[in-house]
């Protein structure tokens, strides 16, 4: 049986039928405008994760393009190399560090002398902004800081160091980065995807993803569900993302341009993110790491709590 045809082209007789199919990627996911066709950064030699995988070297090709609209810098792939990254994401850590486990890794990153440190660093950026914020509000007796995405752990055990009045809960769904998390570590842990599930709805007084929304194609649903869990009245989102300067004074090589990253931001794009999952933007900074990374980060509330702050 010939099933009814779906949205029949109508012929005209002096006109050329043109089937136009838009290429895949050309529409900003973030903001779903147009991304411009002349790419700011074309890329030529794959990286780890692409050879893996096993490309033809002479024809690959992945591209970074402006959105028109929000600003913000997409990848774009080729030849079905965004599916077939997806289809290896289980083998991300392994690809990287070969038989090296979580627990020498880990250890090997605690020991960077703190001026050297990354984490250091965000462990004080983060405890200075929340005791500044905080004194607005009746402070919580026990705050507590939730980690999306925490990897192998080194931030929250640092944090919790130096904030020792705090109790945190770590999220992290890549089972070989964590094989060394026991229940000698100082924080509740979960090997799991975060979807705002009902047990995190704790109201928690800060929650951090740290170099997490490059790699999440569509974030949308991700800050959502945050809101879920963060305190109502003064619950603090922080968030920090690779700068899409790294285009511009990196090598194409540098892991903030590898294909495992979907966006690149800069601060106009991040806080149309923000604010279009419905947060306000407290403070948005550029920032040059320690370990030489360029990086935005971003202090922001949910919006129905900035109401209750600007008026009670
Ligand atoms: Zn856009």
């Known amino acids: 049986m010939i099933g009814a045809m779906q949205n029949p082209i109508p012929y005209q007789k002096d006109r050329p039928i ?43 090709k992945r591209t970074w393009h402006r959105c028109s609209s929000c600003a913000v810098l997409q990848a774009v ?41 990354d984490n250091y660093h965000r462990v004080r950026r983060i405890g200075d902004f929340y005791r500044n914020w905080i004194q607005s509000f009746e402070k919580s007796s026990t705050p507590s800081i939730l980690d999306i995405g925490g990897g192998m752990g080194v931030f929250l055990c640092k944090y919790l160091e130096v904030n020792p009045d705090f109790t945190g809960v770590m999220i992290e769904p890549d089972r070989e980065s964590t094989t060394h998390i026991d229940s000698s570590f100082p924080f509740e842990f979960h090997n799991r995807l975060f979807s705002g599930q009902e047990e995190y709805q704790r109201d928690f007084d800060i929650v951090t993803l740290n170099k997490v929304v490059e790699h999440i194609e569509k ?10 869990v963060l305190n109502k009245k003064h619950g603090l989102l922080y968030i920090e993302i690779p700068d899409e300067m790294n285009v511009y004074y990196k090598p194409s090589s540098d892991n ?38 360029i990086s935005i980060y971003a202090f922001a509330i949910s919006s129905s709590a900035e109401k209750q702050w600007l008026t009670h």
């Open 18 to 60: 043109i089937r136009i199919r838009p290429m895949k990627g050309t529409s900003c996911k973030i903001c779903t405008h147009e991304l411009s066709s002349e790419p700011v950064l074309e890329i030529n030699k794959p990286d780890r994760f692409e050879a893996f995988i096993g490309v033809d070297e002479k024809s690959f």
């Open 77 to 117: 792939h080729y030849n079905g190399m965004d599916e077939k990254l997806a289809q290896i994401s289980d083998k991300y850590y392994s690809i990287d560090f070969g038989s090296l486990t979580s627990g020498s890794r880990f250890e090997r990153i605690q020991k960077i002398p703190d001026e050297k440190s």
């Open 219 to 228: 974030p949308h649903q991700l800050l959502s569900d945050i809101q879920k």
């Open 256 to 293: 903030s341009l590898g294909s495992l990253h979907h966006h690149l931001y800069n601060p106009h794009s991040l806080n149309y993110l923000l604010e279009s999952t419905g947060y306000t933007v407290l403070r948005i900074e550029r920032m040059f790491e320690a370990s030489g990374k």
